[in-house]
């Protein structure tokens, strides 16, 4: 059974799915369906019969990679399958509950299913493109149809957390609510009815939105906040954010290994413990500006506490995030305040035109200034950032918060000694992770290459397929390459030579005494010769057709690497021939990328 929204992947589709045994469920999965339109139609709920094989999650290897199996193991994700076209069939839709279902998973089904029918809403109104993907996932959490292009703004900018629902969000809404049932309400009980049904209604929404760990844990802080308020205490702390921490990993423990839980925690703590010190400083008092740096000093508390974990999982820092999160909130909080209105306008059919030229505007003046802000000098600055680095800086701020309970001298050694141990764990840091000369072969199915590094500066690409290096290496660009190199590496795509590497025919040789060959063609088929030429590395990619034993009549290799882009009857073949011959083989299929040193 879909669990998720089928999310289009570029060559596939991609959706999470539960998998129905005779009893309950025993596992959620990954599918990705290949070639294949009509699952681009399924919906959350549909039921299907499918032929695959179930394999565990595995990273690709590449360096800098995403940790996409600990990201999938973190949602509960313990297995993915490959679905080709024709080899699946829908069987039955939900209907509302289903007894092989868990409570909870019955409940997030029926919610996501009603999504699904509040978008339709906005589609019925006539919302199309980039307003629609931006307002759905404003609004609805449903941020599968945002571009890759918009998503680097947003994150290049600093202000990922608008796209996520989260406690921002969340305050808007509440403002409205309150403003609607709780502001007339001045008898007890009236009170008590008005705030219940608050509540019911903020957790009605997180079910709707797919119950993020961001917005859950805006939504548990907001009922111990209605909770004291009803009984007439204080239910904003440090203490109350702990014990919203505490209930949601009693609910699911994988949570805590959640980025996303992880940051919101962090920047409501900032928020607690750094803006009460702010609001005391003495242009905080003024009350022409007070709104103004008031909004600043939230945007910075919270942000002091979020950069060392971003600057550690992400590899970025965005200097003017709290700018962008000033600019974009006024419009962000008027365009949550226009999704009722888009409902009853996808319902009614009424004021559709307006409305919808209304929210287009919005969205895109939003995207218009941060596409300008993510032009300023330095808007992106990338940073490498160890574990250590990150948790040095934590306890940093906490001794820059701890000056209350140490004397003014003791406080001084301590930030003294913090400083200078993060200083020293930096110049560390930084020269571990500097870049060292080797050769990577890239787990790359769009683009099977091989990258040759000597430093930051100087380094070279040989792709199997030259014209896909622009679009296949894209994302390898954007991490290992963005972090790592200074200049963006030589593409060889054929006969090449200098003083660092020579390339003829798919042969290369490098200074430094290693060579291999790219095989991705039969052209070596019709050579023959009486010495056999010692190679490092065989480089077996997607379009050889030949046999290994005839290039053991021209080739002596240490190693075969067999590409991930091989076909299976292709890499099964070649294997045998491997074991045939004697020779050690590579299987990037099973053990990812390879990375070898260059002496």
Same mark, same amino acid.
């Given at each position: 059974?879909?669990?998720?929204?089928?999310?289009?992947?570029?060559?596939?589709?991609?959706?999470?799915?539960?998998?129905?045994?005779?009893?309950?469920?025993?596992?959620?999965?990954?599918?990705?369906?290949?070639?294949?339109?009509?699952?681009?139609?399924?919906?959350?709920?549909?039921?299907?019969?499918?032929?695959?094989?179930?394999?565990r999650p595995r990273n690709r290897g590449n360096p800098e990679e995403f940790d996409f199996a600990a990201h999938l193991a973190v949602?509960?994700?313990?297995g993915s399958a490959s679905v080709p076209e024709g080899k699946w069939r829908k069987t039955d839709e939900y209907d509302g509950w289903d007894d092989r279902l868990p409570f909870m998973s019955n409940l997030l089904?029926?919610?996501?299913?009603?999504?699904?029918?509040?978008?339709?809403?906005?589609?019925?109104?006539?919302?199309?493109?980039?307003?629609?993907?931006?307002?759905?996932?404003?609004?609805?959490?449903?941020?599968?149809?945002?571009?890759?292009?918009?998503?680097?703004?947003?994150?290049?900018?600093?202000?990922?957390?608008?796209?996520?629902?989260?406690?921002?969000?969340?305050?808007?809404?509440?403002?409205?609510?309150?403003?609607?049932?709780?502001?007339?309400?001045?008898?007890?009980?009236?009170?008590?009815?008005?705030?219940?049904?608050?509540?019911?209604?903020?957790?009605?929404?997180?079910?709707?939105?797919?119950?993020?760990?961001?917005?859950?844990?805006?939504?548990?802080?907001?009922?111990?906040?209605?909770?004291?308020?009803?009984?007439?205490?204080?239910?904003?702390?440090?203490?109350?954010?702990?014990?919203?921490?505490?209930?949601?990993?009693?609910?699911?423990?994988?949570?805590?290994?959640?980025?996303?839980?992880?940051?919101?925690?962090?920047?409501?703590?900032?928020?607690?413990?750094?803006?009460?010190?702010?609001?005391?400083?003495?242009?905080?008092?003024?009350?022409?500006? +007070?709104?103004?740096?008031?909004? !600043? /000093? %939230?945007? *910075?508390? =919270? #942000?002091? @506490?979020?950069?060392?974990?971003?600057?550690?999982?992400?590899?970025?820092?965005?200097?003017?995030?709290?700018?962008?999160?000033?600019?974009?909130?006024?419009?962000?909080?008027?365009?949550?305040?226009?999704?009722?209105?888009?409902?009853?306008?996808?319902?009614?059919?009424?004021?559709?035109?307006?409305?919808?030229?209304?929210?287009?505007?919005?969205?895109?003046?939003?995207?218009?200034?941060?596409?300008?802000?993510?032009?300023?000098?330095?808007?992106?600055?990338?940073?490498?950032?160890?574990?250590?680095?990150? +948790?040095?800086?934590?306890?940093? !701020? /906490? %001794?820059? *918060?701890? =000056? #209350?309970? @140490?004397?003014?001298?003791?406080?001084?050694?301590?930030?003294?000694?913090?400083?200078?141990?993060?200083?020293?764990?930096?110049?560390?840091?930084?020269?571990?992770?500097?870049?060292?000369?080797?050769?990577?072969?890239?787990?790359?199915?769009?683009?099977?290459?091989?990258?040759?590094?000597?430093?930051?500066?100087?380094?070279?690409?040989?792709?199997?397929?030259?014209?896909?290096?622009?679009?296949?290496?894209?994302?390898?660009?954007?991490?290992?390459?963005?972090?790592?190199?200074?200049?963006?590496?030589?593409?060889?795509?054929?006969?090449?030579?200098? /003083?660092?590497?020579?390339?003829?025919?798919?042969?290369?040789?490098?200074?430094?005494?290693?060579?291999?060959?790219?095989?991705?063609?039969?052209?070596?088929?019709?050579?023959?010769?009486?010495?056999?030429?010692?190679?490092?590395?065989?480089?077996?990619?997607?379009?050889?057709?030949?046999?290994?034993?005839?290039?053991?009549?021209?080739?002596?290799?240490?190693?075969?690497?067999?590409?991930?882009?091989?076909?299976?009857?292709?890499?099964?073949?070649?294997?045998?021939?491997?074991?045939?011959?004697?020779?050690?083989?590579?299987?990037?299929?099973?053990?990812?990328?390879?990375?070898?040193?260059?002496?």
């Amino acid at each position: 059974m879909l669990a998720d929204v089928p999310e289009d992947a570029g060559r596939s589709v991609r959706v999470a799915a539960m998998v129905l045994g005779e009893g309950r469920t025993s596992g959620r999965i990954q599918l990705y369906f290949y070639g294949d339109s009509m699952a681009k139609h399924l919906q959350v709920g549909d039921e299907l019969l499918f032929e695959g094989i179930i394999s565990r999650p595995r990273n690709r290897g590449n360096p800098e990679e995403f940790d996409f199996a600990a990201h999938l193991a973190v949602k509960g994700i313990s297995g993915s399958a490959s679905v080709p076209e024709g080899k699946w069939r829908k069987t039955d839709e939900y209907d509302g509950w289903d007894d092989r279902l868990p409570f909870m998973s019955n409940l997030l089904v029926g919610a996501l299913r009603g999504r699904e029918h509040l978008l339709d809403l906005y589609r019925k109104a006539g919302l199309r493109g980039e307003p629609m993907a931006l307002f759905s996932a404003l609004t609805l959490g449903e941020d599968s149809a945002l571009s890759p292009e918009l998503e680097d703004v947003y994150a290049g900018v600093g202000v990922t957390h608008v796209l996520a629902l989260s406690g921002m969000h969340l305050t808007y809404l509440v403002a409205m609510l309150h403003f609607v049932l709780l502001r007339y309400c001045r008898q007890r009980v009236m009170r008590w009815v008005g705030g219940i049904l608050v509540l019911g209604m903020i957790w009605g929404y997180t079910f709707l939105a797919g119950i993020p760990p961001s917005l859950v844990r805006a939504a548990v802080t907001y009922s111990f906040m209605q909770a004291g308020a009803l009984l007439g205490r204080s239910g904003f702390s440090i203490n109350s954010l702990a014990v919203s921490a505490l209930l949601m990993l009693c609910l699911n423990p994988l949570w805590l290994y959640d980025v996303g839980f992880q940051l919101s925690f962090l920047a409501m703590a900032g928020i607690l413990l750094i803006y009460p010190r702010c609001s005391e400083l003495p242009f905080m008092q003024n009350r022409r500006w +007070a709104w103004l740096f008031d909004s !600043l /000093a %939230v945007s *910075l508390a =919270a #942000s002091a @506490f979020t950069v060392p974990l971003v600057a550690c999982c992400f590899g970025t820092f965005a200097p003017y995030s709290a700018l962008g999160t000033l600019l974009v909130s006024p419009i962000s909080a008027v365009l949550v305040y226009c999704m009722p209105v888009m409902w009853l306008v996808g319902w009614t059919g009424i004021g559709t035109t307006v409305c919808v030229k209304g929210v287009e505007w919005l969205v895109l003046l939003q995207n218009g200034c941060l596409r300008w802000m993510a032009d300023w000098p330095f808007a992106v600055m990338n940073t490498d950032w160890s574990p250590l680095l990150m +948790a040095s800086c934590y306890v940093g !701020l /906490a %001794v820059c *918060l701890s =000056a #209350s309970y @140490f004397s003014r001298a003791t406080w001084l050694k301590l930030l003294f000694s913090t400083t200078l141990w993060i200083v020293c764990v930096g110049i560390a840091d930084a020269w571990s992770k500097r870049t060292r000369s080797g050769v990577v072969f890239y787990y790359n199915t769009r683009c099977p290459a091989v990258h040759v590094i000597y430093s930051s500066s100087a380094s070279y690409l040989f792709p199997a397929l030259p014209d896909s290096v622009q679009g296949g290496m894209a994302y390898i660009a954007d991490s290992f390459w963005r972090r790592k190199l200074s200049a963006p590496p030589v593409v060889v795509s054929g006969n090449y030579r200098d /003083a660092r590497v020579s390339a003829t025919n798919g042969l290369v040789e490098c200074a430094g005494g290693m060579s291999f060959l790219v095989l991705c063609d039969d052209r070596w088929e019709r050579l023959k010769s009486n010495v056999r030429a010692d190679v490092d590395y065989l480089y077996v990619c997607r379009g050889f057709k030949g046999s290994l034993p005839h290039l053991a009549r021209l080739f002596h290799p240490r190693h075969v690497v067999l590409d991930a882009s091989l076909w299976k009857s292709d890499r099964e073949r070649c294997l045998q021939e491997c074991r045939d011959l004697g020779w050690n083989c590579y299987d990037m299929r099973q053990e990812g990328a390879l990375k070898v040193a260059l002496n």
